[in-house]
C-alpha cells in the first residue's frame, strides 16, 4: 500500500467553474476525512466517511460542497460554482478506527486555484 | 469542544541547538494528542502520537513529547536540530474513541533552523 494517495495535486479554474478532487485511502482504513488548509493555517475538518456512511459536515461545508464515497473505498470532493474563496489546500486522511493504532495518515493534498 | 493553542507561530533555532514546540490543549473529556510535519507543499507526517501510558513519547527524527495532563500541554522537543527539519509543526487532538470530527489542529509554528 503506497499510503493515502490524493488527485490532482494542482488545480486552476476559473470561477464559477466546477471542480472534483478524488481521494484514495489506504485500503483496510474504514474512516475517511476532508480538511482544507488556507495559507498560515492548520487543517480544518470539512467532512468524514466511516466506510460509506457521511456522518458528520462541518459547517465550512456550503451547499456547494458535496463529497461521496460509494462502496467506501475511494472519495470525490466536488465544488459547485468555485470562488475565490474556495482557494485552498485540500487534504485527505483515513485512519483505522480513532487512529489509535496508527495515527491519521494524510495525502498530499490538492491545491486549488480560483481566479 | 476540544481546541488546540500552539503559542509560537515561529521558532528559529540554531543548528545543532535543542528546540522546544509548545503545544496546549483544552478538552472536557480525554484525547489523543499528536504532533504532525509539513513540508512545503506537501500533506502531513505523523511525528508521534500519545494515547495513554507513558508520558514521554518518542518519535521519528529524533522527536520526543511529553504530555503533562494538569498543564494540558504536549510540547515537542528534540536535542539537536538539523537544517532538514525546517517545517511546519502542527499539534492536534482527537476525542477518546475519536471524535465526529477527527483531529483538531493548532495554528501551526514554522520551525526555522538557522546555519
Known amino acids: 500500500d503506497t499510503g493515502v494517495s490524493q488527485n490532482p495535486r494542482h488545480k486552476i479554474t476559473k470561477r464559477g467553474q466546477n471542480v472534483t478532487f478524488r481521494c484514495d485511502p489506504i485500503?483496510?482504513?474504514?474512516?475517511l476525512y476532508w480538511y482544507r488548509q488556507t495559507l498560515g493555517q492548520g487543517p480544518e475538518f470539512l467532512t468524514y466517511?466511516?466506510?460509506?456512511?457521511?456522518?458528520?459536515k462541518s459547517r465550512l461545508l456550503s451547499d456547494r460542497f458535496s463529497a461521496e464515497r460509494p462502496k467506501g473505498s475511494f472519495s470525490t470532493l466536488e465544488i459547485q460554482r468555485t470562488e475565490q474563496g474556495d482557494s485552498a489546500m485540500y487534504l485527505c486522511?483515513?485512519?483505522?478506527?480513532?487512529?489509535?493504532?496508527?495515527?491519521?495518515?494524510f495525502g498530499s493534498g490538492t491545491r486549488l486555484t480560483v481566479v | 469542544a476540544q481546541s488546540v493553542t500552539q503559542l509560537d507561530s515561529q521558532v528559529p533555532v540554531f543548528e545543532e541547538a535543542p528546540v522546544e514546540l509548545r503545544c496546549n490543549y483544552s478538552?472536557?473529556?480525554?484525547?489523543?494528542l499528536f504532533w504532525y510535519v509539513q513540508y512545503p507543499n506537501q500533506g502531513l507526517q505523523l511525528l508521534l502520537k500519545?494515547?495513554?501510558?507513558?508520558?514521554l513519547v518518542k518519535g521519528i527524527n529524533g522527536f520526543e513529547a511529553e504530555f503533562n495532563k494538569s498543564q494540558t500541554s504536549f510540547h515537542l522537543r528534540k536535542p539537536s536540530v538539523h537544517i532538514s527539519d525546517t517545517a511546519e509543526y502542527f499539534c492536534?487532538?482527537?476525542?477518546f474513541g475519536g471524535g465526529a470530527d477527527g483531529l483538531t489542529f493548532g495554528k501551526g509554528t514554522h520551525l526555522i533552523i538557522q546555519p
Open positions: 486522511a483515513s485512519s483505522q478506527g480513532a487512529g489509535e493504532r496508527d495515527g491519521y495518515t
Open positions: 485500503s483496510e482504513h474504514n474512516r
Open positions: 466517511f466511516q466506510n460509506e456512511a457521511q456522518l458528520e
Open positions: 478538552s472536557s473529556v480525554s484525547v489523543y
Open positions: 500519545y494515547l495513554s501510558g507513558s508520558t
Open positions: 492536534a487532538v482527537t476525542l
